[in-house]
T-cell receptor, first 110, second 116 residues
């Protein structure tokens, strides 16, 4: 069973701090990795995607991929209360199929 | 200029009824998906179509039948609804780029189905 594992949280960080969200995946054949943000009652929206080992930065967000360790992470710098949401990690395996983790709930305290 | 749209947004119905959910995307993508998100917020893929062909059919009761009349539309019909079908159903689309990789998916607003 191919899986994507995330700590369900909640992860609570003070405003302005760095939030670190982690994810592991079981299928070594996975090639594409995504982080989605989902506010309560809303649909998932893409935050970052990463295909290659290393770091990828976009504004306050940095995605990190380590294929040897089968590990993906998302760092959110200068966390804001508006970042409070559930963050879904996803891995595309076998081309068309994307497996989602159960999500990590993040709370940013003002 | 909505990218992925679904109708209806809310659906309340009784057990045993048959209902449909419609999805349309105007992004020009070639792949569309149906996901089910249960009360624990776990997002699970149900079906995927690429260029109108069914390519993913997960372990879903055969009461669920997807239909893709063209690349821009993917509908979901559910027969004999059961209490356990209550969930939020999301449609999504993406552009497949081959070599075992895919682009990001864009999600519709979701349809909250409540079976009583």
């Amino acid at each position: 069973q191919k899986e994507v594992e995330q700590n369900s949280g909640p992860l609570s960080v003070p405003e302005g701090a760095i939030a670190s969200l982690n994810c592991t995946y079981s299928d070594r054949g996975s090639q594409s990795f995504f982080w989605y943000r989902q506010y309560s009652g809303k649909s998932p929206e893409l935050i970052m995607f990463i295909y290659s080992n290393g770091d990828k930065e976009d504004g306050r967000f940095t995605a990190q991929l380590n294929k040897a360790s089968q590990y993906v992470s998302l760092l959110i710098r200068d966390s804001q209360p508006s970042d409070s949401a559930t963050y879904l990690c996803a891995a595309t395996t076998g081309g068309f199929k994307t497996i989602f983790g159960a999500g990590t709930r993040l709370f940013v305290k003002a | 200029d909505t990218a992925v749209s679904q109708t209806p947004k809310y659906l309340v119905t009784q057990m045993g009824n048959d209902k449909s959910i419609k999805c349309e995307q105007n992004l020009g993508h070639d792949t569309m998906y149906w996901y089910k998100q249960d009360s624990k917020k776990f997002l699970k893929i149900m079906f995927s179509y690429n260029n109108k062909e069914l390519i993913i059919n997960e372990t879903v009761p055969n009461r669920f039948s997807p239909k893709s009349p063209d690349k821009a539309h993917l509908n979901l019909h559910i027969n004999s609804l059961e209490l356990g079908d209550s969930a939020v159903y999301f449609c999504a689309s993406s552009q497949f780029r081959g070599s075992g990789a895919s682009y990001e998916q864009y999600f519709g607003p979701g349809t909250r189905l409540t079976v009583t």
